[in-house]
């Protein structure tokens, strides 16, 4: 055994994460071999991190963008003798990672999953496992500390002032998603930013020349970040310096690049892509054991003292940092107790009061209102009155009317730029997928964020989407330009299939407003939507507004779909409809009333939404005794007939759309009063 302890150290972690993956019987060794290191001399000799309180607000963050390695957090996590935390943020005094946990590695209902999973194991800051995102993540995290930071702290209260971390690797740096994330981070000069770049130059088909040939250096010094480089992962004493150098500078993002062997010990194995995503095998595993100077037929071993050791670092800095913090914040919350209170709210995801308070009501309007438009007045009340939403677009503001416009409201820019960091209006470039990634960094801390662009690019940020609803985070995405009826734009603009995708995605809720009273409406539904994403579609187009002294009230919309209208009687026929099509069947509706046909109308702005009713509502809207119905909507057809039934007709898209002027596409494709009114005909027998 060698007497450093240290190296005792390092060579725990490796042999844990060697062993788990051994028992798995898969998972990902080599790169929890090779940094080690380079973890350890973060997690034990700079993070700012308290184990027993891992919720403090001004711990630093650690990010393991490389999320296969995720044997290589648990063994950190299990070490540091993180806390567990549990659902309501509540912090208990046992560990979040018992030996045992790491044995049952990968294995059902443990709280070791294959890769890190936020809120499921307490020391994991965010879900992790689709590269890039991490790297992504990272970058809204160190935006959320600057604005933090700007908005309050105050002279000798330095309520934030961490750093955030991300470990990323080979795969990450060739994502688009972490290009766009450096880029823009060098932009708005994050100097409390540091990725360790973990460069083994292999990945899952072998070496990396076979696919990534760049300079990394020189690409992310043209970013505007400063660059170090780390010769040998197992080189501590100079990563210590490194990361020394990466927190001084504070203009600049860091990047450090870490040149590693991948399985580092392996006799065989060691530099290999065979030691990347499977377990090492048992005899090599015992040679490796051997050459690390460990015990060869033991497994999960810790030596005596490694715990010890490890945390005499982390945790002795730590609780000293989170106890002097908690005792500013108590100095703090006295001086300044409203401040104190939003930070309350911040921590603890809830709602400031009177939010809603501007909420307006909009006026019955033949002509209307795009709803893009009536969102963006919207989205200005009710972010005047919640100080900590922001937010902004990929270039598509004028566009997406997500500018917020009150006196104030100011830009997110780094006074290089001329800025502040207190901004509440950020500008993310044409980067959609590092747009949302950054916001689900931004939500990790408590921040309202929304961001926004064309619903048809928000096939650029599936992975984000996804990721917040996994983690349940309420980010606000806003989607404008939700149809054909964009017009002239064409096929590539018309969004077809997007909110079936969007729909069909567990734990996002979609809305998609008919007039600028279901937009109201939707924002207030969405605001309270604290533990999902929400997403919002709306038109270029304007929409009129509903009467709704003729029509049932918007509020409606908070249940999904409600009745607009109805006649007397059992209906002959249902039309239902989201968004710009509720006009339509309002009008068909019109036309079919006269001759007679009783017609029920149904707003259905939120399939999500009216799911979650109870059966007795839904029947009461659609009775299932009624199988006469025609749904109509300018998107994909898949899943509508849910709604219509087998014996329903559904008014829908086909195939793509094409570029001309709205109205004529209208009766290109079929969305015309005229074709509403023969299907309800049909369908009412009539
Ligand atoms: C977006 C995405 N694409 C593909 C994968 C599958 N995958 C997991 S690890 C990996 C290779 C990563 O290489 P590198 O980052 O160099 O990790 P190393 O092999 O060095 O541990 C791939 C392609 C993934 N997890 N995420
Ligand atoms: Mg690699």
Redesign the pocket.
Same mark, same amino acid.
């Given at each position: 055994m060698p007497a450093n302890i240290d190296t005792l150290c390092i060579n725990t972690i490796r042999t844990l994460s060697m062993d788990a993956v051994q028992k798995a019987n898969s998972g +990902?060794p080599? *790169?929890a071999m090779a940094l080690a290191p380079v973890a350890y001399t973060l997690w034990r000799d700079v993070l700012n991190y308290d184990p027993a309180n891992p919720l403090w607000p001004n711990r630093d963050r650690f990010v393991l963008s490389?999320? +296969?390695?995720s044997m290589l957090l648990y063994s950190l996590i299990h070490l540091a003798g993180i806390r567990d935390v549990r659902p309501g943020g509540v912090t208990h005094d046992r560990p979040a990672l018992t030996l045992e946990d790491l044995e049952r590695f990968r294995q059902l209902d443990s709280l070791t999953p294959g890769h890190p999973e936020y809120h499921h194991t307490a020391g994991v800051e965010t879900t992790t496992?689709?590269?890039?995102?991490g790297c992504g993540n990272s970058v809204g995290m160190a935006i959320a500390e600057k604005w933090l930071a700007e908005h309050y702290n105050r002279d000798g209260f330095r309520l934030f002032d961490h750093h955030v971390y991300a470990l990323?690797? #080979?795969? #990450? /740096?060739?994502?688009g998603v972490a290009s766009e994330a450096a880029s823009i981070a060098g932009h708005l000069k994050l100097g409390n930013l540091t990725w360790i770049y #973990?460069s /083994?130059q =292999?990945? =899952?088909e072998g070496s *990396?020349h076979i696919a990534f040939t760049e300079s990394v250096h020189k690409r992310f010094e043209a970013y505007g970040w400063h660059v170090l480089e780390l010769k040998d992962a197992n080189d501590t004493g100079t990563m210590r310096r490194l990361l020394a150098e990466a927190k001084a500078e504070t203009s600049r993002p860091t990047l450090i690049i870490v040149h590693s062997i =991948?399985g580092w010990g392996a006799p065989h194995l060691a530099g290999t892509?065979e030691a +990347?995503?499977a377990p090492l095998g048992v005899e090599e595993v015992r040679e490796t054991k051997k050459f690390y100077g460990w015990p060869e037929d033991k497994d999960f071993y810790v030596p005596e003292g490694v715990p010890e050791h490890f945390q005499a670092g982390i945790a002795t800095r730590g609780a000293a940092a989170s106890r002097t913090w908690g005792d500013l914040f108590a100095a703090y919350r006295a001086r300044y107790p409203a401040e104190a209170a939003q930070l309350d709210h911040i921590f603890a995801g809830t709602l400031p009061e009177g939010w809603d308070s501007g909420i307006p009501v909009f006026d019955a309007d033949a002509k209307g209102i795009a709803s893009r438009a009536s969102s963006g007045k919207v989205l200005n009340e009710i972010a005047k009155n919640y100080p900590w939403m922001l937010g902004g677009s990929a270039d598509l503001s004028p566009s997406t009317k997500t500018h917020l416009t009150f006196a104030g409201a100011g830009d997110f820019q780094p006074p290089q730029w001329n800025g502040t960091y207190g901004g509440r209006n950020l500008h993310f470039g044409v980067r959609e997928h590092a747009m949302g990634s950054i916001s689900n960094g931004m939500a990790l801390y408590g921040l309202r964020a929304y961001c926004s662009g064309f619903l048809i690019f928000s096939d650029y940020m599936k992975?984000p989407i996804r990721l917040s609803a996994l983690m349940k985070l309420p980010v606000i995405y806003i989607f404008t330009h939700d149809s054909i009826g964009v017009g002239e734009d064409g096929p590539t603009h018309q969004p077809i299939e997007q909110l079936a995708q969007l729909r069909a995605t567990p734990g996002v809720t979609l809305i998609r407003p008919a007039d600028a009273n279901e937009v109201a409406e939707a924002w207030r539904t969405l605001v309270q939507l604290t533990d999902r994403p929400s997403v919002l579609a709306l038109s270029r187009q304007n929409l009129p507004t509903i009467c709704r002294s003729t029509y049932a009230p918007a509020t409606g919309l908070a249940k999904g779909a409600y009745v607009l209208a109805d006649g007397e009687g059992r209906p002959d026929v249902i039309l239902m409809a989201t968004g710009s099509e509720v006009g339509l069947i309002i009008k068909a509706a019109e036309k079919l009333k006269a001759e007679g046909i009783r017609v029920r109308l149904v707003s259905m702005p939120s399939w999500d939404l009216f799911e979650a009713q109870p059966r007795s509502y839904r029947d009461s809207v659609l009775p299932p005794d009624v199988t006469a119905r025609v749904a109509v909507e300018q998107a994909a057809q898949l899943g509508w007939d849910r709604y219509t039934g087998l014996a329903g007709e559904t008014i829908v898209m086909h195939g793509f759309g094409a570029s001309a002027p709205a109205e004529q596409l209208e009766v290109k494709f079929g969305f015309t009063v005229e074709a509403v009114v023969a299907a309800a005909r049909r369908q009412a027998g009539k």
């Open positions: +990902h080599g *790169t490389i999320g +296969h390695a496992g689709p590269l890039g995102q990323c690797g #080979d795969g #990450d /740096n060739m994502e #973990d /083994n =292999i990945s =899952i *990396t =991948i892509a +990347h995503g992975p």
